[in-house]
């Protein structure tokens, strides 16, 4: 459905950790904001995102007409990773390591 309907952001918060996902051969960016409320967890698969953090923790998304961003904070506001979205592309920050909670 994703692909059929070029889908460019999802969105969700189950998962107990921070992730943006970037999977090749697909239109969408993935976003998961489940940081603050349960317990955390690590991200298990690694091979899939810029970006991934198990800890406490939370997204900012911003919209205007050109550009969607996201910005992803640990829970003392620190900013952990960002990315900007425009129609049909997505342009991140410079790849890092994951970063695991409490780092």
Same mark, same amino acid.
């Given at each position: 459905?994703?692909?059929?309907? @070029?889908? /460019?952001?999802?969105?969700? #918060?189950?998962?107990? @950790? ?6 090749? #051969? ?9 940081? *603050? *409320?349960?317990?955390?967890? =690590?991200? /298990?698969?690694?091979? +899939? ?9 939370? =997204? ?5 007409? %050109?550009?969607?961003?996201? +910005?992803?904070? @640990? =829970?003392? *506001? ?6 900007? +979205?425009?129609? @049909?592309?997505? %342009?991140?920050?410079?790849? +890092? %390591?994951?970063?695991? =909670?409490?780092?």
């Amino acid at each position: 459905m994703f692909k059929k309907y @070029n889908v /460019e952001l999802y969105l969700t #918060g189950h998962d107990h @950790n921070l992730q943006h996902l970037e999977i090749p #051969g697909w239109p969408t960016s993935f976003c998961v904001s489940g940081g *603050g *409320g349960q317990s955390s967890y =690590a991200v /298990e698969r690694k091979d +899939r995102g810029p970006f991934g953090y198990g800890g406490y923790g939370f =997204a900012t998304l911003r919209f205007t007409p %050109e550009t969607l961003s996201v +910005r992803f904070f @640990n =829970a003392s *506001g620190k900013e952990l990773h960002k990315f900007d +979205r425009r129609p @049909n592309a997505v %342009e991140s920050s410079p790849a +890092r %390591e994951p970063v695991e =909670a409490g780092k």
